[in-house]
């Protein structure tokens, strides 16, 4: 399988190797064998195979934010006044090693970049408002939306039938 390939070039079973790993990440090859009525070497064959063709790019746990100490979920959209690639390139690359960056998306509408950050509290987001996001060249606007209530968070992608 290749890395462009698409939910046709797998069948039934991959498919539900997917959905298993999808719920719990944990499962050894032997679980997930017994599971599939497949022993153990051709379920890692196909995990193996799903990995490499980039169906699966990750393995983590889903840790709660709030037990962590992150009270606050921001939505922050970021507008550039001017548009170059080296004022795009280096808001990337800040972006991508700041850990309270959760997600960062390039999008189309009236701003330029939808992020998704958590913080502690208010102090410390504004901290992260001032210091980081201020002080990148070429914004014109920061827009924050803070999250009052989670409904729905979730990373699970649903896997297509055959």
Request: hydrophobic fraction near 40%; include cysteine.
């Amino acid at each position: 399988m290749e890395a462009n390939s698409s939910a046709r070039d797998i069948d039934a079973i991959d498919r539900k190797i997917l959905r298993l790993l999808q719920e719990d990440a944990t499962l050894s090859n032997a679980t997930l064998g017994e599971q599939l009525s497949l022993s153990t070497t051709p379920c890692w064959r196909r995990r193996k195979r799903l990995e490499e063709a980039g169906y699966i790019i990750d393995y983590q746990a889903n840790l709660n934010r709030r037990k962590l100490g992150y009270q606050i979920l921001a939505f922050v959209s970021v507008r550039f006044s001017v548009h170059s690639d080296q004022a795009a390139d280096n808001f990337e690359s800040i972006i991508r090693l700041r850990p309270e960056v959760l997600s960062c998306h390039k999008i189309t509408g009236g701003a330029d970049y939808l992020l998704q950050i958590v913080a502690k509290d208010l102090d410390s987001y504004g901290d992260f408002i001032e210091r980081i996001l201020r002080k990148q060249p070429g914004i014109a606007e920061i827009q924050s939306s803070l999250a009052l209530r989670e409904i729905k968070a979730t990373t699970r992608l649903e896997v297509p039938q055959d």
